[in-house]
């Protein structure tokens, strides 16, 4: 059985291009995003609209951000903004698009570069194939812009099943996606770091998720990236660093459990689809607290905090929520 759930095509007959946004986040990247917004700016689709949001930086990438909005002169329709505080990346997310009124949105970070072609090339795919969400290969770069090549060495065979299954997830940095990932599901939730993760989901439940093979993008991996597997350094930051990933897949999850009951209110001609998806993400969680790679790094002093994960109370909410909902549970 399928489990494209499939609410709406983005593909539509148009008598324009659709409307675009491109949204920069940036937090303490003062070394890196004087490039990020020349490729912002640099963009060759119009109409454009571009937003260069920091998350209330302590060093400078607010203001290279201003003084480089305020000497562009182009077509583009740019304008800055700042968190009055450090908010996180999924509020800071949730803002930025809801100031945003058009169609699909392009997004990238403040250490990466667009190449300038960038949303024409995912424009033209967005048209061709009415996906909800596309994301593109890239140039992997590293901390001092050194070319590494290729991020995705092979073409992606990428469809919505997978997608739903937690079997593959799209590029953060190279991501875009229509609006109705917000509009129907609302605002991710605030404890959500691996925003990919959720966006892709929401759109595989509505519609296509398509993978563009063009490097669209010039990558930078940092030893701070969030896709990079930590090292821990010690028993103790092994400890430390275990219950980070943990609390973060567990909070993608929820947050995947929380998009499921959205969409069931508004499909429940789809609950068995929506049965078996739900299944699959408990038994991630599931898998992912028995991982033996996990359990070695572990202190073993430390099990009786992984096993009381295995009952963390927004995940156990929201699954008996939802498998009651579905008729699983009384």
Do not use: W
Request: proline share 3%; charged share 25%; aromatic share 8%.
């Amino acid at each position: 059985m399928s489990m494209g759930l499939g609410l709406r095509s983005a593909a539509r007959e148009m008598g324009s291009p659709p409307s675009f946004a491109f949204a920069l986040f940036a937090y303490n990247q003062e070394g890196y995003v004087r490039a990020a917004v020349e490729g912002a700016l640099s963009q060759t689709y119009s109409p454009l609209e571009i937003i260069l949001s920091d998350d209330c930086s302590s060093d400078r990438t607010f203001q290279i951000m201003q003084e480089m909005a305020a000497a562009y002169v182009g077509p583009h329709s740019v304008r800055c903004r700042r968190s009055s505080v450090n908010s996180g990346l999924a509020r800071h997310i949730n803002d930025v698009v809801s100031e945003i009124n058009a169609e699909y949105v392009c997004v990238a970070a403040g250490d990466d570069q667009s190449m300038p072609s960038r949303v024409e090339h995912l424009a033209a795919e967005f048209r061709r194939t009415g996906a909800i969400s596309i994301f593109s290969n890239c140039i992997a770069i590293d901390e001092s812009g050194r070319e590494m090549g290729s991020y995705y060495r092979k073409c992606l065979d990428v469809d919505r099943d997978q997608v739903l299954r937690n079997k593959i997830g799209v590029l953060g940095a190279s991501h875009a996606f229509h609006m109705d990932v917000f509009r129907v599901f609302g605002p991710l939730r605030a404890d959500v770091v691996f925003e990919d993760l959720a966006l892709a989901f929401r759109a595989a439940l509505l519609g296509d998720v398509r993978y563009l093979d063009r490097e669209l993008i010039r990558y930078r991996l940092t030893s701070g990236s969030l896709g990079r597997s930590p090292v821990a350094s010690s028993l103790k930051d092994s400890h430390k660093s275990i219950s980070r990933r943990l609390n973060r897949a567990i909070a993608s999850h929820t947050n995947q459990l929380n998009d499921l009951l959205t969409f069931e209110s508004l499909h429940s001609d789809r609950r068995s689809e929506c049965r078996e998806i739900a299944i699959g993400v408990a038994d991630l969680i599931s898998r992912l607290l028995r991982d033996e790679r996990l359990m070695s790094e572990f202190p073993r002093y430390s099990l009786k905090t992984l096993a009381k994960l295995t009952l963390h109370v927004r995940f156990r909410l929201v699954l008996k929520s939802l498998l009651c909902r579905l008729g699983i549970l009384p």
